[in-house]
């Protein structure tokens, strides 16, 4: 349920769009959906199961630990933020991390519940690299970090979680994707090439129609009242997209 509110509370196209079907004398009002995919589609129907140990560096006896290294989710996807083969999709609304149940959830939903004769299914985010340790309970802090308890996928902000396409529409898939979008630990959404596109001419007609030059972009690159001094390294990075990535 963690994208109902963003759902609910924002524009008409992140409302759910409800696939109704007419059942006349028996049968569907519309025509089926063909079998056969399209030339130049992938042929993995299934969502593939992914490692969730990740092997052993070499020169190295056990995986080596690391620090928690949550600048790994901080800032805005900036490399995989799009659809490769221009269909459909699920995109994080916020950072988060994927730990190995969520990768089951996600095949699973996906491989039960989506006709794979008629769609193709890839996964868009890496498979759980990231050693997670905990120290144990009533046990003297210090003495360096814990041991490895699992591994997890660190995610940014408009990342890709999967990509799903083929002869079926959008309005056939959502309900199932928006169930995959609410498993997640973080806000998700489904997502099309239509909806993407729609966004992207919103926002250049937005930054068309600014009239006002004092922007947060146009603060932070030219070091308005010596704003560097306040801020770091993400703050320019980003300055495109407004205070909020701090």
């Not at 924002?10 to 409800?18: D, K, W």
């Not at 130049?40 to 080596?64: A, S």
């Not at 905990?134 to 979680?161: C, D, H, Q, W, Y």
């Not at 919103?202 to 006002?212: A, T, W, Y």
């Amino acid at each position: 349920m963690a994208c109902r509110p963003f759902i609910k509370n924002g524009s008409r196209l992140l409302r759910p769009i409800l696939f109704n079907r007419i059942i006349v004398n028996g049968t569907q009002d519309k025509p089926p959906f063909p079998r056969v995919l399209p030339v130049g589609l992938p042929l993995q129907n299934e969502l593939p199961e992914v490692k969730y140990v990740p092997d052993t560096p070499p020169n190295h006896l056990l995986y080596p630990n690391m620090s928690r290294r949550l600048l790994e989710c901080r800032g805005v996807e900036i490399v995989h933020d799009k659809l490769i083969h221009k269909q459909f999709g699920i995109m994080a609304l916020a950072p988060g991390l994927m730990k190995e149940g969520h990768f089951n959830t996600i095949r699973d939903m996906v491989n039960k519940r989506i006709d794979m004769e008629r769609c193709f299914s890839i996964w868009r985010v890496d498979p759980p690299w990231h050693p997670w340790y905990f120290k144990g309970l009533n046990k003297k802090r210090g003495a360096g970090k814990g041991s490895i308890e699992f591994f997890v996928t660190p995610v940014k902000t408009n990342r890709m979680i999967i990509e799903i396409g083929g002869t079926l529409s959008f309005d056939y898939l959502y309900r199932t994707l928006l169930s995959i979008a609410e498993a997640l630990p973080f806000p998700a959404i489904p997502v099309s090439q239509e909806l993407l596109d729609k966004w992207d001419a919103e926002r250049k007609q937005l930054q068309e129609k600014n009239v006002n030059p004092l922007r947060w972009e146009y603060l932070i690159r030219n070091n308005i009242m010596n704003c560097h001094r306040f801020t770091d390294f993400y703050d320019i990075e980003f300055a495109r997209y407004g205070p909020k990535v701090r």
